[in-house]
């Protein structure tokens, strides 16, 4: 019984930083691979990034490379994604997502590809 749980979501100013967490239960979190994805109103859900719980190498959309960084920590069971110089159209929900037992990710992850999901944490960016 996996669960994702995000935390640290709230609003900000263009510019700002927020620092969003998943915490991670009913998984040893030895072995996978962990995503991050955003949905504002009215689009679609979007992959932000994805990282091996192993501390792989991560990847990331391009609409915020250079200005998320995630990472994890498996000791702790945390996911996390650190947003800097964050941009009005930032604006959504943003979502923890994983796949147990995977070797590592793949290139391109698609929501398919996940099989847990937290419930969301949301992320507002003001002008």
């Known amino acids: 019984q996996v669960q994702l749980v995000e935390s640290g979501g709230g609003s900000v100013q263009a510019g700002g930083s927020l620092r969003l967490s998943c915490a991670v239960s009913g998984y040893t979190y030895s072995r996978g691979c962990m995503g991050w994805f955003r949905q504002a109103p009215g689009k679609e859900r979007e992959g932000v990034a994805t990282i091996d719980v192993g501390g792989g190498r991560a990847y990331n959309t391009d609409s915020v490379k250079g200005r998320f960084t995630i990472s994890t920590d498996s000791a702790k069971k945390m996911l996390y994604l650190q947003m800097n110089s964050l941009k009005p159209e930032d604006t959504a929900m943003y979502y923890c997502?994983?796949?147990?037992?995977?070797?590592?990710?793949?290139?391109?992850?698609?929501?398919?590809?996940?099989?847990?999901w937290g419930k969301g944490t949301q992320v507002t960016v003001s002008s």
């Open positions: 997502a994983a796949r147990p037992l995977w070797t590592s990710c793949k290139a391109t992850m698609t929501q398919a590809d996940f099989t847990y």
